[in-house]
């Protein structure tokens, strides 16, 4: 956990480390992109070369300090935790952030709180934290990690640095994947075109154990879809909730990538660039009767299985829905 184990978002690291360089840490960033695309890894890896006993601009990683940070049991680096699913309330801020950012750091230098899932913070927490990035003490540094800057406040992003997450080069992805991984040249290919320039999507996949049977779960379950019928629909659901269910998020973004693969096809005619190659055959003819509104409406519906799940609905009853909606459009 630090940056020379980071692969890609070299933008990002410079400017941490020229602010280390320069003694112009800020006390508040925002480190802006989609999930898995590295944004924990590189606040943790700014926070504990921050609070490194050594001052340099990168980790010693044989102090104490570091040694804490790895463990994840350093007292000045907090995580502001939320119990609810989608929503980081004004008594989440207030608890875990200002209420405690007075009190000066236990040991280090600086006392770091990292919010996850920014996004969700409600009006009221925006605001509540707010009032501390206005004033905060010289100790304090504030990284809001997000998917998106639209549900933050301008006023909030006014004040802090952003900063965004961008794709890891494909090269670079199949790299790592093949140095940390025991799997061949295919399913990296396979991994690395399905997470699309995010290497934690492309590790979830190549680690994934049910990686075979999730693959062709997908493959089945969309070259059948029209023709199945309500038996054919449980067997598929029974599957998904036996075998599934820490994997439901890549399930669904195998589903997404169908319908690109359809899409790639529909508008350039090339094979080259599809990811499900060895099923061309149904893809190209799904391709000819499938719109492009059609297309969009089933990523559409996708999309809200994924937040369906996210809130915790059931599997079954999110994936007859979904499952049912893909068939009619």
Known sequence: MDFQHIVGHEDIIRHFKASIEMKRVSHAYIICGEADSGRRTLALSFAKTLQCEEGSIDPCNKCTSCKQA????HPDIIFVDHEKPQLVSVEDIRTNLVNTVDVKPY?????????????YMNVQAQNALLKTIEEPPAYAVIIILTTTLDRLLPTIISRCITLSTKPVKERDIFDYLKENFNIDDQKANFCVEYAQGNLGKAIKLASNEDYDRLVRSVINLETNIYKMDAESIANIITECDKHFKISMSEYLDLMMVWYRDILMLKVTGKIDKIMFKEQVLTIREQSKYLSFNELEDKARAIDK?????A??????????LLIMTLKEI
């Open 305 to 309: 299985a994924k937040i369906r799940l």
């Open 70 to 73: 790895d463990s994840g049991n």
């Open 311 to 320: 809130a915790n609905a059931k599997l079954e009853d999110v994936m007859k």
């Open 107 to 119: 040991s280090s230098r600086y006392k770091i709180y990292i919010i996850e899932d920014g996004e």
